[in-house]
């Protein structure tokens, strides 16, 4: 099963980290260890930079902003770093952090480092030879189901997160600022935007409860055990956690979330093997969320539609950075594409109300 466990891959070019400069900082942590520093990356993500650190006979990741990043504030590691600390040993699933590093004259940005988590992450497709059954799938979606509806369960003022957000006016603030994100990293014209734009502010709901959120919650961001699929053993990249609507979340797993009947052009660009048989659709997601939490989800259309609009905003700030040529990652050079149809299925959703 150690094959189907992601695999590191020589650090991408303009991605590299000073060794000469991040040795003698993790020695001074760990002086025992004498053996040689070995750096390599994940390669998978878009935002935040992971990295595979060996020092020694000790393993490590280490996290950090991406270079030429343009939005600061998506990329505070000091924040994510204090969310992790306090929330691990609430819900394992999140990472186990071990210190962090705000001396920008180590690498540039502040960075922190945690303990590795070793498991399956399921992303485009099934890896072959990995048992993936009908009710293996089954029993998977609806494990990344409860696992979301667990952690919009915590008792957030508990654990000593209640600073991390402010549930009044969530909704309304995050409308306007990704509104303004797009503009702030607009690089052609694209009308669906202020189309959609008018929408999801006129039919913006009232906002009833606040939890916990991820924000970003999607296979790809969750570890599974390499001995048994069904079980969710981590939980990945909480850069955008914040205290906020769960519905939101919800709408975010939603937008990731391709079913075998969505048009071709959408199923071309899934995220994750949610197509497979035995795997549960969105409507199906959405009636299990209803039942576990006893949330209100009549108007799961506007968060859906938000949802696959800050999606689509936010890889255009990705696509920004390599337009820019802050970066030469050439994954990036598609992203318009991507773009549009994120902005289509809002579209679609906005005009029929089918998530």
Known sequence: ???????????????????????PFLRSHFPNETGPLVVRQYPSGHSNLTYSVQLGSRELVLRRPPFGSKVKTAHDMGREFRVLSKLHSHYSPAP??????EDESVLGAQFYLMEPIHGVILRRDVPHGLDFSPETARHT???????LALLHSLDYNAIGLADLGKPQGYLERQVRGWIERYHGSKTHDLPEVETISRWIQQHMPETSSAA???NDYKFDNVVLDP????????????????IGDPLTDLGSALAYWVDATDPQEILDTRWGPTTYPGCMTR?????????????????????????????????????????????????????????????????????????
């Not at 981590?234 to 850069?239: A, F, N, T």
């Not at 506007?302 to 696509?319: E, L, P, S, T």
């Open 96 to 101: 186990h952090v071990l210190f962090f590093c």
């Open 141 to 147: 979606c609806e494990s990344f189901l409860d696992n």
């Open 1 to 23: 099963m150690a094959t189907f466990q992601d695999q590191t891959t020589p650090v991408r070019e303009g991605e590299e980290l000073d060794l000469a400069k991040l040795e």
């Open 283 to 355: 409507e199906q997601l959405v009636k299990r969320y209803a039942q576990k939490t006893g949330r209100d989800v009549s108007h799961m259309a506007f968060y859906v539609v938000f949802a696959r609009f800050k999606i689509a905003v936010i890889v255009q700030q990705i696509y920004y950075r390599y337009h820019q040529g802050l970066t030469h990652d050439e994954r990036f050079a598609t992203m318009p594409h991507r773009i549009k149809l994120l902005l289509g299925a809002a579209l679609r959703t906005s005009e029929t109300g089918v998530i």
């Open 212 to 214: 916990l959120i991820h």
């Open 227 to 242: 001995s048994d699929l069904t079980k969710i053993i981590g939980v990945l990249d909480w850069e955008m956690c914040t």
